[in-house]
Nanobody
Framework: QVQLVESGGGLVQAGGSLTLSCAAS????????MGWFRQAPGNQRELVAR???????NYLYSVKGRFTISRDNGKNTVYLQMSSLKPEDTAVYYC???????WGQGTQVTVSS
C-alpha cells in the first residue's frame, strides 16, 4: 500500500499562487502515475494533472499554462505549482497514486475574487 500526505493548501486572492506537495510512503516502488484531482462542492472529482515516473505530464485543459506538476523521485514527492489562480479553482485537491489508486486526505484551496 501507498500512503500519501498532502500539504500546501490555503486561501489566496485571484491571480495569486500556491504550491501543493504530496509525499508518498509505503510501497513506493510500485508507483507509476502520481497526480492531483480536485472536487468543488456539487461537482464531480476531476483530474487536474498527472505525471509518470518518467516525467510525462497531462493537464486539465482549463489549467494548462497556469499549473505545473513536477515530481522528485528521490523524495517520493509530487508538486503542483498553481499560478494565476481563479475563483473557479476553489476546491479540495486530492493527491493520488497509481496503480492501486491510493488517495491523500485532501487539502482545501480557496481563491477569493
Amino acid at each position: 500500500q501507498v500512503q500519501l500526505v498532502e500539504s500546501g493548501g490555503g486561501l489566496v486572492q485571484a491571480g495569486g499562487s500556491l504550491t501543493l506537495s504530496c509525499a508518498a510512503s509505503g510501497s513506493i516502488s510500485s508507483i507509476n502515475y502520481m497526480g492531483w484531482f480536485r472536487q468543488a462542492p456539487g461537482n464531480q472529482r476531476e483530474l487536474v494533472a498527472r505525471i509518470t515516473s518518467g516525467g510525462s505530464t497531462n493537464y486539465l485543459y482549463s489549467v494548462k499554462g497556469r499549473f505545473t506538476i513536477s515530481r522528485d523521485n528521490g523524495k517520493n514527492t509530487v508538486y503542483l505549482q498553481m499560478s494565476s489562480l481563479k475563483p473557479e479553482d476553489t476546491a479540495v485537491y486530492y493527491c493520488y497514486a497509481d496503480p492501486g489508486r491510493s488517495w491523500g486526505q485532501g487539502t482545501q484551496v480557496t481563491v477569493s475574487s
